[in-house]
């Protein structure tokens, strides 16, 4: 398997435009998580998901920021409109159990600068 | 939940000496995770406890869940050790609450 695999691995946008981050888990991994890592507030969870279903999104920032698993092998993290104070490393993640997050594996992170 | 506190924030190491972070976490947990991210940034994934002791290689982790505290060791340190070691709590609920993390530099 190769993976958690996510992309795009930098993004350089500007302030005010859509950003799409991207997200394929581990095949058969039931779950997936989005985190944001920045220097002052380190790894945080924005959003998890359990076969395909958003279960807290209550680490989303504000309403600027929404997530999407349309089916078992995908999700997207969208940010509309993104501000300068949105870049910052973001990974996804995916378990293969739901319960203590058997087989947790991270994807290399999307790097992402608003200017 | 309470935050994950973690020690030492920086460590600096000679080559071949035996290092120890620290983790401690307030409340209960369903499982205790020790992540490694690299200077190039990925995070990888080194233990999963819920108690007791696991070992990989050079690495060793441990958990003691009445004392709510867990311990990473690297024995026999080595140079491509140098990462930051992450700290974290995993709660019933799939909420997950992360260490500040330790920034580890061994030196040849």
């Known amino acids: 398997d190769a993976g958690v695999i996510q992309s795009p691995r930098h993004e350089v946008t500007e302030m005010g435009q859509e950003v799409t981050l991207r997200c394929k888990p581990i095949?058969?991994?039931?779950?997936l998580f989005w985190y944001r890592q920045t220097m002052m507030r380190g790894l945080e969870l924005l959003i998890y998901?359990?076969?395909?279903?958003?279960?807290?999104d209550s680490g989303m920032p504000e309403d600027r920021f929404s997530a999407k698993m349309p089916n078992a092998s995908f999700s997207t993290l969208k940010i509309q409109p993104s501000e300068p104070r949105d870049s910052a490393v973001y990974f996804c993640a995916s378990s293969l159990s739901s319960l203590n997050f058997y087989g947790y594996t991270f994807g290399s992170g999307t790097r992402l600068t608003v200017v | 939940k309470n935050e994950v506190e973690q020690s030492p924030q920086n460590l600096t190491a000679q080559e071949g000496e035996f290092i120890t972070i620290n983790c401690s976490y307030s409340?209960?947990?369903?499982?205790l995770h020790w992540l490694q991210q690299h200077p190039g940034g990925g995070i990888v994934s080194l233990f999963m406890?819920?108690?007791g002791k696991k070992k990989h290689g050079r690495l060793i982790a441990t958990i003691n869940i009445q004392e709510k505290h867990s311990s990473l060791h690297i024995t026999a340190s080595h140079p491509r050790d140098s990462a930051v070691y992450i700290c974290?709590?995993?709660?019933?609920?799939?909420?997950?609450?992360f260490g500040a993390g330790t920034r580890l530099t061994v030196k040849p």
């Open positions: 095949s058969g991994h039931n779950s």
């Open positions: 998901f359990n076969n395909n279903v958003p279960i807290d």
């Open positions: 406890l819920s108690s």
């Open positions: 974290a709590a995993a709660y019933n609920n799939n909420d997950m609450r």
């Open positions: 409340v209960g947990i369903s499982a």
